[in-house]
């Protein structure tokens, strides 16, 4: 299903969808209080050889939360991921994530609509004091995004500006553009699902990861203060997956180093496309 020349159309219900490339489909998940801006710095080396469908998940970006009497949980916002691919007649699909879209990714792998899934530092299987952890450093991360965003367009300008939000989730936040920066710092403190989302993680576990059968690949930062002891645990429930450690990388990685980033996902999904293609990685 061709969609050169298709991008940040809302195509999908009310989810908003940027889409771009040709080739099998390939679905971009983003973390809590991002959007799909997230995934920009690997996009075109994605695009070149799939279908990037990058979804605002509901309540986070674009797109509008799902009914206050839906928990966003990683299974709800699953299924809110798969109505929207079937608008836009998309059936089976790879599918790629960080963070919480990781997590979703994962739940996404449960079905047999999805190909190969890449996870990237996933959350879910923390013991509760790393939940609970986890939870603090989110809801600490949404204060600063609330008091920041009075001046996000001044402080996206400048490098040292970029990194005084960025700097808990990326290594290199200087690295993010100052539009990408402006945009993802609004998303955070604009994203009506975040505090539900962050809640429900606190309780949220995934109990389906013995099933799965889709090739998956995990892709994990060294740095990362958050996710990197779940790795081991993941490894261990997901019959087959591999892992990949990304050394001195943080929880969202892709900005850090889009050339690694971009190389590993497609040497990973070329193995598990139709088409075999062999184009070299850029």
């Known amino acids: ?24 489909p390939l679905v971009l998940l983003h973390g809590i209080g991002e959007s799909h801006v997230g995934w920009r ?56 994530g960080y963070s919480l879209g990781a997590r979703i990714a994962i739940h996404l792998a449960g079905t047999d609509r999805v190909r190969s899934v890449i996870a990237i530092a996933p959350d879910g299987l923390g013991t509760p004091v ?8 989110l809801s600490a991360g949404r204060t600063m995004a609330l008091t920041l965003a009075p001046i996000a367009e001044p402080l996206s300008r400048t490098p040292l500006g970029r990194s005084m939000f960025f700097a808990g989730n990326r290594s290199l936040p200087w690295q993010l553009t100052a539009a990408d920066a402006r945009r993802l710092l609004a998303d955070y403190a604009d994203a009506p699902a975040y505090d539900a989302a962050n809640w429900s993680a606190l309780f949220d576990v995934p109990m389906h990861l013995h099933t799965i059968t889709a090739p998956t690949l995990f892709l994990q930062g060294t740095a990362d203060p958050l996710m990197p002891q779940q790795i081991a645990r993941y490894l261990a429930l997901v019959p087959g997956s591999q892992l990949r450690w990304l050394t001195g990388l943080n929880h969202v990685p892709i900005s850090d180093h889009p050339g690694l980033v971009g190389r590993q996902m497609l040497t990973f999904l070329r193995q598990h496309t139709t088409t075999g293609t062999a184009i070299e990685a850029r």
């Open 130 to 137: 790393e939940r609970l952890q986890g939870y603090l450093a």
């Open 1 to 24: 299903m061709s969609t050169a020349g298709i991008e940040n159309t809302p195509t999908a219900g009310p989810l908003f969808v940027h889409r771009a490339g040709s080739g099998e």
């Open 41 to 96: 710095p690997v996009m075109d080396r994605l695009a070149a050889e799939f279908d990037v469908i990058a979804i605002d998940l509901p309540g986070f970006g674009q797109s509008p939360a799902l009914p206050s009497t839906v928990a966003p949980t990683a299974g709800n916002l699953a299924a809110a991921v798969n109505d929207a691919l079937d608008v836009l007649g998309v059936d089976s699909y790879h599918v790629a």
